[in-house]
């Protein structure tokens, strides 16, 4: 069984990236919460966060994965740590996305696709890979 959170401790595609990689000094039970999210795109566009951290501080990430999944290739390509949930989505330089992050830190952070879909589904908090012994 995987150490790491449940879906309901954090995104399932944020769990993922931290389970198949892996930033010097840093460990994913760092993070309390991700507060906003871009949702990627397998082999398209990368998934953002902007994460509070158990410090009191937060996070930007940027990370993403190829067609196969975050198990065979997946990659971080940016993460910074700053002092406001502001500061961190401001780290994004695409205006569009920044916009998105900035929103959700002032409103509440949108539902990711995967998160409506397992409540819809009334699917519980074991991830399918959790249960692989």
């Not at 795109?41 to 990370?63: F, P």
């Not at 002092?83 to 002032?106: F, G, H, K, N, Y």
Request: overall charge negative; some cysteine; glycine content about 6%.
């Amino acid at each position: 069984m995987s150490d790491l959170p449940t879906k309901d401790e954090l995104d399932y595609n944020l769990g993922s990236c931290f389970e198949y990689n892996v930033i010097a000094g840093f460990s994913h039970r760092q993070i309390r919460t991700d507060i906003a999210i871009w949702e990627g795109e397998r082999d398209m566009s990368d998934w953002r966060w902007v994460l509070a951290l158990h410090s009191g501080q937060y996070m930007y990430l940027r990370a993403g994965c190829d067609y196969t999944g975050w198990d065979c290739r997946s990659w971080i390509t940016s993460h910074q740590i700053t002092d406001t949930p502001e500061d961190a989505a401001m780290v994004e330089p695409e205006e569009l996305i920044r916009q998105s992050l900035m929103e959700q830190v002032t409103n509440g952070k949108e539902t990711a696709w995967r998160e409506k879909t397992d409540k819809a589904l009334g699917i519980s908090e074991v991830r399918p890979d959790d249960d692989a012994g």
